[in-house]
C-alpha cells in the first residue's frame, strides 16, 4: 500500500540545534501538508503546497521555521534554533486534492 | 486561526452506548471531511461529506452535514472498544483547511 513516509520518526536535541525533517508524499499527491500536533493546541497547520508550490504558511513562525519541496517526492520542515516550546508532533500529510489526505506516522520531536 | 468549533472535547462511555460529536462553523462551509487518531498514531480520514443535508453511514459509523452546510455530526452507535481515539472534522473554506480540537472517546469495556 502506498503511503506517505516520514523521518525521522523520533528525534531529540538540544535547544539551539538545527532540526530537519523529511517527508515522501504518496506518488502522484499533488497537495502536501505539515502539520504540529500539541496537547494544548490540537492539529496546527504549518505549510501548505500544491504542485510544490506554497499556498499557506500564515501558521508557521517564519523567524524559525521553513518549508520546501525541492522536487515532488521530498518535502522539507526546517527549525534553526530549535527550542523546548517546539517540542510536539509533527505529521506530514499529502493527497489528490486537499480534501483526502493521507497522514505520516509523524516525527516526534524533543528538544531539551 | 481555527474556524470550526467541535464538542465535547472528551466523552467517556460504557461499552455498547452511542456517541455523537458535533462540528459547527460560523460559516457555510464548501465540505467538511472527519479523521479518527488513534493512541499513538496519526489521523486517518474517515469521509467527506459535501452537500447539503448529506447523510452517509459506514458500518456503526453515521456521518450528517447540516442543511445550511455550517454543521456536521458524526455518531457512532453501540461503541465498542476499537472505538477509542479521537475524532477530529476538517473544513475547507476559503481556500483554507482547519482541524476542529477534537473528540478524545474512550470506551469502557
Known amino acids: 500500500d502506498a503511503r506517505v513516509t516520514q523521518t525521522p520518526r523520533h528525534k531529540v536535541t538540544e535547544m539551539g540545534q538545527e532540526v530537519t525533517m523529511r517527508c515522501q508524499p504518496i506518488?502522484?499527491?499533488?497537495?502536501v501538508f505539515w502539520y504540529r500536533q500539541t496537547m494544548m493546541q490540537g492539529l496546527e497547520l504549518l505549510a501548505y503546497f500544491r504542485n510544490r508550490a506554497p499556498l499557506d504558511d500564515s501558521g508557521m513562525p517564519k523567524d524559525r521555521f521553513s518549508a520546501e519541496m525541492p522536487d515532488a517526492t521530498l518535502a522539507t520542515l526546517k527549525i534553526q534554533p530549535s527550542e523546548p516550546r517546539d517540542s510536539a508532533v509533527y505529521f506530514c500529510?499529502?493527497?489528490?486534492?486537499?480534501?483526502?489526505?493521507?497522514f505520516g506516522s509523524g516525527t516526534q520531536l524533543s528538544v531539551l | 486561526g481555527q474556524q470550526v468549533m467541535q464538542i465535547p472535547q472528551y466523552q467517556h462511555v460504557q461499552e455498547g452506548e452511542d456517541f455523537t460529536t458535533y462540528c459547527n462553523s460560523s460559516t457555510t462551509l464548501s465540505n467538511i471531511q472527519w479523521y479518527k487518531q488513534r493512541p499513538g498514531g496519526h489521523p486517518v480520514f474517515l469521509i467527506q461529506l459535501v452537500k447539503s443535508g448529506e447523510v452517509k453511514k459506514q458500518k456503526r459509523l453515521t456521518f450528517q452535514f447540516g442543511e445550511a452546510k455550517k454543521n456536521s455530526s458524526l455518531h457512532i452507535t453501540a461503541t465498542q472498544t476499537t472505538d477509542v481515539g479521537t475524532y477530529f472534522c476538517r473544513e475547507y473554506n476559503f481556500n483554507k483547511f482547519y482541524f476542529g480540537s477534537g473528540t478524545k472517546l474512550n470506551v469502557k469495556p
Open positions: 500529510a499529502s493527497g489528490p486534492s486537499g480534501e483526502k489526505l493521507f
Open positions: 506518488l502522484g499527491h499533488n497537495t
